[in-house]
């Protein structure tokens, strides 16, 4: 059994992953710089205004989806069940609120580019349209 579960953990973190994630923001935020450390507070809602003034409006797919596992484990280096538990406790306390969770990448990239300071992602092989721009790490 422990041999087995050894070759399932090589398996996986030898095999290369089929999705990847892309930050995307609207074209207003685009002046400022996002490294790990101010992803994972933007997306953990603990930074809530961009350096301008403006809100961050925050969107994310279904927490379940694989991409949002990818993109936690990619962008913002930490487990996806960190990221609930920072949501719930903020909830809970009555200081914050989740990000808004969407069905598709079709609509993150709508709502994106209709929302000024708004901020996801979406997998590597989508296309970027006008008004979107695309952070890479």
Not at 123 to 133: C, R
Request: charged share 20%.
């Amino acid at each position: 059994m422990r041999l087995l579960a050894t070759w399932m953990l090589l398996f996986y973190l030898f095999c290369a992953h089929s999705i990847a994630a892309q930050v995307i923001v609207n074209d207003s935020a685009v002046d400022f710089p996002l490294p790990a450390k101010e992803l994972r507070l933007i997306f953990s809602m603990q930074k809530t205004y961009w350096p301008d003034g403006n809100k961050i409006h925050v969107f994310i797919l279904h927490p379940s989806s694989e991409l949002h596992k990818e993109f936690c484990f990619q962008q913002l280096d930490m487990m996806p069940y960190m990221l609930q538990r920072r949501w719930d406790r903020l909830v809970f306390s009555g200081t914050g609120e989740r990000p808004q969770i969407l069905r598709s990448e079709a609509e993150m990239k709508q709502l994106i580019l209709q929302t000024p300071g708004a901020i996801g992602y979406i997998s590597n092989t989508a296309s970027v349209a006008g008004g979107l721009y695309v952070y890479t790490r």
